[in-house]
Structures are given as C-alpha cells and as structure tokens.
C-alpha cells in the first residue's frame, strides 16, 4: 500500500504556482508488522478534472484542483507523518486495483492514525471563516444569521460524498480542516448539539435542517444509531455522489453488519448483476412476503444503481423459480 510524504515544497521562479515534490513508500498500515503511522485523508473530488502539476518520486502527477487547494492550503509540507490519499495511492484507472483497494479501505481508515478531513478552502465561503472563529472562541451561534452559517457548514460539498459515510465511520480519531481552521470531531459535535439545543427553543425550523443536514447523517453514524443493513444503508446514503454508480453498494459493505456477504467490490460486474446480488442476498435473510415487496424492491435498486427495475425484476424472478 503506498504512502506519501511532502518533500522541500518550493516556488519555481517562472511561475506563480507552488510545485510540491513528494516521495513515496510501500509500507503496512497499524496492527501488522512494522506498521508505518500515517494520516489518511478524506475530501471531496470535486470536479476530476486534472488541473495542476506535483512532483511524486521525481515524475509529474496532474492532480484535480480540490486536492491542489488542500495541499497547498492545509501546509502538508510541513506534516512530518505519512500520508494516504487515493488519488496519490490507487490507479484509478486500473479496476483491479481499484478492486484491491477497496477490499481494505476500511482497515485504511481504521488503523490510520489520524483522519484529516478536507472541507474546503474558507476562502470561497464566508461561513467557513465565521465556524473557525466560532470554534476558536467556543460558542454555540446566537443569532439566525449564524443559524444559516451552520446550517452551510453542514451541507458543504464534503459531507455530500458517498465514501465518506465509511470513512468518517471507521476512523479512530477525526480532524477536520477548512481553509486555515482546524477542529477536532468532538469539538463539530459540540458545535453542532449546541445549535439544535439553542435553536429548537426560538427557532424550531433552524434546528431541524441542522440536525437533518448531511453532516448530521455522519454525526448519527459515527455515533452508531443508524441501522446498518445493507438495505437501510443503500436507503440512508442513495441520494450521496461517488463517481461509479456500482460504488452505490461497495462504500457501505464494510459497515453492513446484515445483507452484504457474498459480495465484493468487482469493477467488472454489470450494474444488473449487482442488484440482483443485493436482493437474493435479502431475501436468503428476509424471505419477501409478497410480489409487491420484490417489485419495490425491485423498483429501489433500479432507482439506486440507474438500472431499468424490470430487468432486475425479469432477471431475479427468473433465478427464483
């Protein structure tokens, strides 16, 4: 599994734009031996578009401009651990690496040392400026004005984003980045409880989009009161973004505690064969009670994985009889 580290960050002297320079290392992650401790970062894609140039073990990387803005935003040069970041550490273009990774993308985040989460640049954002400073000086919002703050601040592009629900799950201690500002998970928990409890006296409809916001789902999660089924799962999370519409069912099956054995991440499996997977495999545990259920059934993975329910439908009653 490779591994990166920011090496002697420079400005060249035709251009404008920082050049960061990392070098790399295969190494094994924490609970195996001689395990290297490392940061594994977790942030939106954004648009994928490659747009700047870093150097890694000496060769040119084109990287998306989200990823550009964290490296240069966040001083990663001066970060003195390793680094994961799928886009350094997987071949996007290779499935069956992408299949491997996955496979142990959640012991990834699980035995990193840390999770640096990426929010975004707070420059393109008044909000995110105000919740540092809301942070800094320990204060839950007073005003509706800052109501409004929170709830931007629980809805950023970031909290959007499939495979963080697996992510955010699995990782033993969270830091969370925007712009210049840090802040650990206990302290966005404070931050976000405080509001609900201060809005729902005077302002109940403020309260209630903070704690049904997206980064409210994550707080609920990691704080382990969603049923985690695959089908409640697929239900709770089918309306994030992920780039591969089969990534639908393979960013939640290591936090599937019922209705996920048997499958695994293949990037080579039809969207049709999948679903029809997810459904035998719910009802070898939770035989349908009637043709209405495996129609609605049939009907919700369609919508989930954009597949034609009918053929779902054709396809696993045909396997039934």
């Not at 403020?206 to 789902?217: F, K, M």
């Amino acid at each position: 599994m490779g591994f990166s580290r920011a090496r002697n960050a420079y400005h060249e002297a035709s251009r404008a734009e920082k050049v960061l320079r990392f070098e790399t290392v295969v190494g094994r992650y924490h609970g195996l031996p001689n395990p290297i401790l490392y940061t594994a970062v977790s942030y939106a894609w954004g648009d994928p578009t490659p747009r700047h140039t870093i150097l890694v073990d000496g060769r040119p990387r084109m990287i998306a401009q989200n990823l550009w803005e964290f490296l240069t935003r966040t001083e990663v040069e001066n970060e003195t651990r390793w680094l994961w970041i799928d886009a350094l550490s997987i071949s996007q273009s290779d499935p069956e690496e992408r299949r491997n990774q996955v496979a142990i993308m959640s012991r990834i985040f699980s035995s990193a040392d840390k999770v640096l989460v990426w929010l975004g640049d707070a420059s393109d954002c008044g909000a995110m400026t105000m919740i540092g400073t809301m942070i800094a000086e320990r204060y839950a919002p007073k005003r509706a004005m800052q109501g409004q703050i929170v709830i931007d601040f629980c809805e950023r592009p970031y909290w959007h984003r499939l495979w963080v629900f697996q992510e955010i799950r699995r990782a033993q201690r969270i830091e969370l980045t925007c712009g210049q500002h840090r802040m650990t998970w206990s302290e966005f928990e404070a931050l976000f409880d405080g509001s609900i409890d201060l809005y729902k006296v005077f302002l109940p409809s403020t309260a209630l989009e903070i704690s049904t916001s997206a980064a409210g789902r994550m707080v609920r999660l990691r704080r382990k009161v969603i049923d985690t089924s695959i089908q409640s799962l697929l239900f709770e999370t089918y309306r994030l973004a992920c780039a591969d519409r089969r990534d639908k069912v393979y960013a939640i099956l290591s936090i599937a505690t019922e209705g996920a054995d048997g499958i695994e991440a293949d990037y080579l499996v039809t969207l049709r064969e999948l679903g029809l997977r997810v459904l035998r495999n719910r009802y070898d545990d939770h035989p349908p009670a009637s043709m209405s259920v495996v129609q609605r059934d049939s009907l919700f993975l369609g919508k989930v994985l954009d597949v034609d329910p009918k053929d779902i439908l054709q396809e696993l009653l045909s396997r039934m009889l």
